[in-house]
């Protein structure tokens, strides 16, 4: 299973890249599979995943290496809800559409992003990145909604599979494409 799961990150990670949703050194996945939490490495580029930039995290055992910065939120979601993958990008539509709404949230107008999204929370948080407060806004976020956009920072996304988070991402990012 571990081969698959590695595989899974290293696609969606080039996918991701590719989508332009993140930057060469932005963003972080992860998939949870029994008790163990498969996440990328911090720093690691998304479009350049290797085998060796996946780290299997087990709660009851020591940290092995360094994960993503945002492990905090990847493990709080993972606590609190029964998603099974959570994606983490800076799309750059999404932010820049963020500073111009003045709402609590985001609405597609578009047909395909409201059917598959609804309704989009914006959490505007005093640390917006690898911080408790955003462990915590974005799990209890995430048990509702399948994304959360971050105020000045990005999106996450939660699903079954990491492909589905990774497609609310896209979708989200074209979403707000069409509005700006």
């Keep these: ?94 932010v820049k559409l963020a500073f111009n709404l003045k709402g609590d949230s985001f609405i597609p107008r578009d047909n395909e992003g409201r059917s598959l999204l609804r309704e989009i929370p914006i959490l505007r948080l005093k640390k917006p990145s690898a911080s408790r407060e955003l462990a915590e806004a974005v799990a209890s976020t995430l048990k509702w909604f399948p994304c959360a956009i971050i105020y000045s920072h990005g999106v996450f996304c939660g699903g079954e599979t990491l492909k589905e988070a990774a497609g609310c991402i896209t979708a989200l990012e074209n979403s707000a494409k069409l509005l700006l």
């Design 1 to 94: 299973m571990r081969k698959k799961i590695v595989r899974q990150l290293i696609e969606v990670g080039r996918f991701l890249f590719f989508s332009g949703v993140v930057d060469y050194f932005s963003g972080n996945l992860s998939v949870r599979w029994k008790d163990t939490i498969f996440i990328t490495r911090s720093g690691s580029p998304l479009p350049l995943l290797t085998p060796q930039d996946i780290l299997e995290v087990h709660p009851k055992k020591p940290l092995v290496g360094k994960p993503s910065s945002e492990f905090i939120v990847h493990r709080e979601v993972y606590e609190r809800t029964t998603l099974k993958a959570v994606a983490h990008a800076h799309p750059p539509s999404v």
